[in-house]
């Protein structure tokens, strides 16, 4: 912003020195430049400290299921199948969750109850995430084993997803782990972009004779239908990359497996789980390029859901004006 | 009233009720991990989790002072790297910077935000870790730091911008330069703001384990040095919930206790009494 105009434009450059304010706008300017810098480097890292592995395994290395450190052959696809299958499992719980809690702080609670239990959501999201892993060893898993696990596989179990033993960790308890963990995202992000929702869409519903409901599932979440996929975005983005909480749950085992009981691994855990461990620099290189795989994906998803939920809060100011 | 009015009554009632439901059900996780976390820490946390040393394998007893240790100086280090940049970086955007420059700092602290954790842990091995050939306290402050960056850089021009203009108009007439106002007038009036979110960006940092796991390692013994790696608490009730030891699990719970407690106690504070009047900023 450069609000200052008119005064600081008719000043002499060397008396704004003598000032201090080309100083101050400098070592500003640095500090801001830096964070620039900083995030450059970062991509610059991850895209040249995993040269070695790219140029050696190509697209192959999304496709291949070798992690052979022995024969130098890597392939990253069971990584990837893991978590995608739990990142798709915690969505398919925490939207229908997320969503409903959303219409409710946004379309029914009182504003003061509404505000309150968004307190409460806002502490949950603040949560760490090994926090939650430990609940999941603890809780989830023993419950896996004793509860989930009866009620899926005897009435479901000829469902190959369904099917087989359940060693209390796996793809599924990841699963679940992960969308208690990105509910708060979806419900906050959903309760503001409701909120931006214009008082006559509802109005005009309820005037021409739709129930509460009707108006609510008919007028306003379609009018709010693209930042409510910009939430889900963002939630999916965290679940791809989160990281202790999964690694603690989800079994560690390379394995493709169609069972959801079975255990699997994903990205972030065989990096935070092999990562210091890595016997030569292929191997070093395919873990950051693993890494790399991780970022792209999360910052696609993260530009698009930034993308959603501006265009529909402002579609929202837009029609109220 | 007819039958079909009736069952649209009844739907709309059924689902408004269900979304109270899915609302009540979220926010009863918060108190169910409280609940958990305070009955399954409370029995274990003792006076010696604050002020011993963890016991070698296999022995009972023992506790995290080096973890409790290590994550202060963690958090400390973390801030005074990344604080700096952030505050002056926002006060760049809110203050002198023009339009394009502004667009390509948002842009880059947006993705530096959306970055996963872990992958803060490769970049800060492939800068600190890797050229000084060792993991240690620096490394996981600089990638804990890293991370404070972006929070601390949005919510700072977000406040900044939201000071009234008068304000700086005042000032500004009665002669002050404008760095001087920016000092005295514009910043005071938004430090309460600024001050919530570097606490906000604090807590978030203090619970990551996944950028340290790489970076300051861990370490079983008092840390010799900023140097040399440490533990932290994060890192510990991981290793320590996945050991098979009846004595760690216990620790770890404990070790949940002191993390969870100290993480809401600063987003609590942040939030109520900070926060009075101003309107919180999303971490």
């Known amino acids: 912003m450069q609000s200052a105009g008119p005064i600081s434009g008719s000043r002499s450059f060397l008396s704004k020195l003598r000032e201090g304010d080309e100083i ?11 964070v620039v810098l900083i995030t450059v480097a970062l991509v610059y890292e991850l895209w040249t400290s995993s040269v070695l592995a790219r140029h050696k395994f190509g697209l192959h290395f999304f496709v291949s299921e070798a ?15 893991g978590t995608l299958v739990t990142s798709a499992v915690s969505l398919l719980i925490a939207i229908p969750l997320g969503i409903g809690a959303s219409i409710f702080l946004a379309e029914l609670a009182p504003p003061r109850i509404s505000d309150t239990l968004q307190f409460f959501i806002d502490l949950l999201a603040a949560v760490p995430s090994v926090i939650y892993g430990l609940l999941g060893i603890f809780i989830v898993v023993p419950m896996m084993r004793n509860v989930i696990y009866p009620a899926l596989n005897k009435p479901f179990g000829f469902l190959p997803i369904f099917k087989g033993p359940s060693y209390g ?4 308890t990841a699963g679940i782990v992960l969308a208690i963990m990105v509910i708060p995202y979806i419900i906050s992000v959903s309760r503001e972009v409701l909120l931006s929702v214009p008082r006559d869409q509802r109005e005009a519903a309820l005037a021409l004779g739709s129930t509460r409901w009707e108006s609510t599932w008919k007028v306003v979440v379609p009018f709010a239908r693209t930042g409510i996929m910009g939430s889900v975005f963002l939630a999916l983005a965290r679940a791809l990359g989160e990281t202790m909480a999964v690694t603690m749950v989800i079994g560690n085992t390379p394995k493709i497996a169609a069972s959801l009981f079975a255990p699997g691994y994903s990205i972030a855990a065989v990096i935070a789980n092999d990562f210091t461990e890595a016997t030569g620099e292929l191997q070093t290189q395919s873990y950051i390029e693993l890494g790399l795989v991780l970022f792209l994906l999360t910052f696609i998803l993260n530009g698009l859901a930034r993308i959603l939920i501006i265009v529909t809060t402002q579609k929202g100011s837009k029609v109220s004006n | 009233m007819g039958g079909r009015l009736r069952w649209r009554k009844f739907v709309s009632n059924f689902m408004l ?31 010696d989790f604050f002020t011993k040393l ?14 409790i240790v290590g994550s202060a100086k963690l958090l400390a280090a973390a801030s005074l790297f990344g604080v700096p940049i952030g505050f002056f970086g926002g006060i760049y955007l809110a203050e002198f910077s023009g339009a394009k420059m502004a667009g390509v700092v948002r842009y880059a602290a947006d993705l530096l935000n959306g970055v996963p954790s872990i992958v803060i842990g490769i970049f800060a091995f492939s800068v600190v870790v890797r050229p000084f050939k060792t993991f240690s306290t620096l490394a996981g402050a600089f990638a804990l730091g890293l991370m404070m960056i972006p929070i601390t850089l949005r919510s700072t021009e977000e406040f900044l911008n939201a000071v009234p203009r008068m304000l700086r108009e005042g000032a500004m007439a009665l002669g002050a330069s404008k760095w001087k106002t920016i000092a005295t007038v514009i910043v005071p009036a938004a430090y309460r703001g600024i001050l919530t979110a570097i606490l906000l960006a604090l807590a978030r940092v203090a619970g990551e384990a996944a950028p340290l796991l790489f970076t300051a390692f861990g370490n079983r013994y008092w840390s010799q040095g900023w140097n040399q790696p440490t533990a932290a608490l994060p890192e510990m009730i991981f290793r320590y919930a996945g050991s ?13 206790l002191v993390l969870l407690g100290f993480i809401l106690i600063i987003n609590i504070l942040a939030r109520t009494i900070l926060a009075r009047g101003i309107a919180a900023p999303r971490a």
């Open chain 2, 54 to 67: 963890p016991k070698p394998v296999g022995e009972t007893g023992g506790g995290m002072a080096n973890a």
């Open chain 2, 17 to 47: 009720t269900l979304t109270g439901v899915c609302a009540g059900v979220s926010v009863a996780v918060l108190f169910f991990i409280l609940g958990y976390l305070l009955f399954n820490g409370g029995t274990s946390i003792n006076w």
């Open chain 1, 24 to 34: 101050a706008r400098l070592i500003t300017f640095i500090f801001a430049a830096t």
């Open chain 2, 244 to 256: 098979p030891y009846e004595d760690w699990h216990r620790q770890a719970w404990a070790a949940g």
């Open chain 1, 169 to 172: 960790v796996g793809m599924l």
């Open chain 1, 67 to 81: 992690w052979d450190p022995v024969l130098d052959e890597f392939g990253a696809l069971p990584f990837i199948y």
